[in-house]
């Protein structure tokens, strides 16, 4: 079975290990959010696609979700020391080494596909990660700074890691998204497809960034498989992140159901909801998609892979529909 999945960070990293586990014999490619990148220390920092790298490769963090086991903040310690910023931004000494690597990659001509996959033959996360797109994407936040009341527009780093979310999201902008194109193998992929799948990440700033990039939405919605997501929303609320905050920026409120709806029935078949949100079940088939109620928190991994199974078994009952 060939699955393509479209993941954002840590949520989305710790459900294709569940997905490995369920399905263990799948060919599956990862399409990962790029719009997260950031330049910093002169370096390019690509958080989603190394916390997908760590996590599936065995070198994340298990408590934090993100960044390096075992890390130490030596080089961080010594820039702060020469006055050197940004510090609300926690690079450790190993995830440093990654940085370069890319970067000195990056600037001796490579695309960020061909870096990426260098850097998987490292980790060996047994999936094919293909970044969304080998252009510049970065997403943006506009934001109205509390201390100053002035309205400014911020990356999405410093509103999540800096600001941690604490103000409104008044607009969130894909920054060259619309200029960019799908990384090669991103287009293929969908089209060989025999699920896709969309994990509970982000549905604005981290699977929305990836559907901003022209053609991909186009070529999900005509592939003719089944596709089928999983809620990032229970009880009303984010598992974890901020997605009430950037929802609330593009007009959708913070439901199960209102997130189906705003992926829309053109673009998903299948919708997994928790089973605190049995009571959506109805709207969600109402608005044209199938929908089940099931367990949806990844306490550990026994319950990722649960989810998975739900989800490719809801895959095989719309494609028998």
């Not at 060919?27 to 990962?32: A, H, K, P, S």
């Not at 020391?81 to 990659?105: C, K, N, S």
């Not at 799948?197 to 919605?221: D, H, M, Q, Y």
């Amino acid at each position: 079975m060939r699955i393509v999945v479209l993941a954002g960070g840590i949520g989305g990293a710790r459900f294709l290990r569940g997905l490995q586990r369920a399905s263990p014999d799948a060919d599956i490619t990862v399409i990962g959010n790029t719009g997260d990148d950031i330049h910093l220390f002169g370096l390019k920092v690509c958080p989603d696609l190394d916390t997908v790298m760590y996590t599936l490769g065995g070198g994340i963090n298990e408590e934090q979700g993100w960044g390096r086991t075992d890390e130490t903040f030596h080089l961080k310690e010594e820039l702060a020391a020469y006055g050197v910023g940004p510090e609300w931004f926690g690079l450790g000494d190993r995830d440093f080494a990654t940085h370069i690597v890319r970067t000195q990659m990056l600037s001796a001509g490579y695309p960020l596909s061909a870096v990426t996959e260098a850097l998987c033959d490292r980790w060996k996360p047994g999936v094919r990660l293909i970044p969304m797109s080998d252009d510049r994407v970065e997403t943006h936040v506009a934001v109205t700074l509390p201390d100053s009341g002035e309205r400014k527009v911020i990356h999405f780093q410093e509103y999540w890691v800096r600001l941690r979310a604490s103000v409104p999201a008044e607009a969130v902008v894909p920054v060259g998204a619309e200029q960019a194109k799908p990384a090669p193998g991103v287009l293929e992929a969908i089209a060989e497809a025999d699920v896709i799948l969309f994990p509970p990440s982000n549905p604005v700033v981290s699977i929305g960034t990836i559907l901003a990039v022209p053609g991909i939405r186009e070529a999900i919605a005509d592939a003719g498989v089944p596709v089928v997501g999983l809620s990032p929303i229970v009880g009303d609320a984010p598992v974890r992140g901020m997605a009430d905050k950037v929802l609330a920026a593009v007009g959708v409120e913070s439901t199960a159901a209102a997130v189906a709806e705003h992926y829309g029935s053109g673009l998903l078949d299948g919708w997994l909801v928790d089973t605190v949100d049995g009571s959506t079940v109805e709207r969600v088939e109402a608005a044209g998609i199938r929908c089940r109620a099931v367990p949806l928190l990844m306490s550990d991994l026994d319950a990722a892979a649960r989810m998975a199974h739900e989800a490719l078994t809801l895959a095989e009952e719309v494609r028998g529909a």
